[in-house]
């Protein structure tokens, strides 16, 4: 069964750990009462992962659009094609939208976001109360839904490797297995 390219799964496992990474830091940094050296600097991280984020999905969606995944197994249900396409999309859209949602929401609380504490990015609203409350409630459940879709990619992923059995899964690990090895 053919892989994906080597430049297609670094991006998929820079993804996968600065995703859990930035959502785990979110819940770590949200938890902690009042202001406090420790939040500004979780909350400075977090945008900081954020904007990486964004900047790799970015990257990862161009070398999408230029390169043709390996196909699925001839053997693999119509409706589990369907529904592994719809996940991608949707997840995809997520990549863009969670960042997308944290900066806007960090931008009409009256914070720019200057990556790394050195290169601001633009200023595209001022600061908004109402808008405000609305971009953190957005923000919140796009995460949520963002986490929910990984732990169901995750799921499917482990039952084609555990149960089907069908290589699906392998096509993306960084090492190739022994099977696959010449």
């Given at each position: 069964m053919r892989r994906y390219s080597i430049p297609a799964i670094v991006l998929?496992?820079?993804?996968?750990?600065?995703?859990?990474?930035?959502?785990?830091?979110?819940?770590?940094m949200t938890d902690i009462q009042g202001i406090s050296m420790a939040k500004l600097r979780y909350t400075s991280w977090h945008k900081w992962a954020g904007?990486?984020?964004?900047?790799?999905?970015?990257?990862?969606?161009?070398?999408?659009?230029f390169n043709k995944?390996?196909?699925?197994?001839?053997?693999?249900?119509?409706?589990?094609?369907?529904a592994a396409h719809?996940?991608?999309?949707v997840l995809y859209v997520l990549m863009f939208a969670v960042p997308l949602s944290g900066y806007f929401f960090s931008?009409?609380?009256?914070?720019?976001?200057?990556?790394?504490?050195?290169?601001?990015l633009p200023v595209l609203i001022g600061p908004d109360p109402v808008l405000r409350e609305t971009l953190r409630g957005l923000?919140?459940?796009?995460?949520?839904?963002?986490?929910?879709?990984?732990?169901?990619h995750?799921?499917?992923?482990?039952?084609?490797?555990?149960?089907?059995?069908d290589g699906i899964m392998q096509r993306m690990l960084p090492i190739p297995t022994p099977k696959e090895k010449p």
């Open positions: 998929h496992w820079l993804m996968a750990i600065a995703i859990i990474g930035t959502f785990t830091l979110g819940l770590v904007v990486t984020i964004l900047a790799l999905a970015a990257l990862r969606l161009l070398w999408r659009l995944p390996p196909a699925y197994p001839a053997g693999l249900p119509r409706w589990q094609h369907g719809g996940l991608h999309l931008l009409a609380a009256g914070y720019p976001v200057v990556y790394f504490s050195k290169f601001p923000h919140y459940w796009l995460n949520m839904l963002l986490a929910s879709l990984v732990a169901l995750v799921l499917a992923a482990l039952k084609h490797l555990l149960i089907d059995r």
